[in-house]
Each structure stands twice: as C-alpha cells, then as structure tokens.
Nanobody
Framework: QVQVVESGGGLVQPGGSLRLSCTAS????????IAWFRQAPGKEREGVSC???????EYADSVKGRFTISRDNAKNTIYLHMNNLKPEDTAVYYC?????????????????WGQGTQVIVSS
C-alpha cells in the first residue's frame, strides 16, 4: 500500500523551530517529487515547499528564508525544517508525492497525500 505519513507537528512559541517529517511506505521516494502544503482554518490549502528527485526546491514567498526542505533517500523521508515560526504559520501541514519527480511544483496536483500534522504557533 502506497502511503506517506507526516510527523513532527506540535505547539511552539513564536520565533521557535520545528522539523516535520514525511515518511513513505510501500514505495521508494527516490524518484518522486514531494511537496508540503498547509491549510489553516477557513483558508484554502496552499503550497509551502517542494523538492524534486534531483533535489531542486521551491518555496512559497511567505516562508522563504525561514523554511528549508530536504530529503534523505536512505531513510525514505523528506524533512521540512521550520525556523522563526510565526502565528500565521499555524495550520495542518500535509505532504504529498508525485511519481513524476523530475520537477516539483506547489499546485495540489499530487497523487499521494498524508493525513496531516498540526502545527500551532502561539505564546
């Protein structure tokens, strides 16, 4: 069964950091493009960051300079390192996978989605 599972969410104070993980089971991430999306209450889902199979990356303007995406193919895991978190980063974060991995993109047209992990940034 092809599945991606997110972990690492939680409650953090403004200015703090979190590392989210997206781990695949049932398939190898080596050739997949992976993206992180988020959805805050009452808002549409938005693309945050993505990484291709060749490790090219993209970021939403709202997170540039604060978030970093990386992949560890040996662990079949993608990470989203989030620094200097702000209250507006509060959302459910989802990872998504596309087997056509040469390029990545921040539109939600991905084949496989996780269930999400909650991030709350609050003092």
């Amino acid at each position: 069964q092809v599945q991606v599972v997110e972990s690492g969410g939680g409650l953090v104070q403004p200015g703090g950091s979190l590392r989210l993980s997206c781990t695949a089971s049932g398939f190898s991430l080596d050739y997949y493009a992976i993206a992180w999306f988020r959805q805050a209450p009452g808002k549409e889902r938005e693309g945050v960051s993505c990484i291709s199979s060749s490790k090219s990356t993209e970021y939403a303007d709202s997170v540039k300079g604060r978030f970093t995406i990386s992949r560890d193919n040996a662990k079949n895991t993608i990470y989203l390192h989030m620094n200097n978190l702000k209250p507006e980063d509060t959302a459910v974060y989802y990872c998504a996978a596309d087997p056509l991995g040469l390029n990545c993109y921040l539109d939600p047209d991905y084949d496989h989605w996780g269930q999400g992990t909650q991030v709350i940034v609050s003092s």
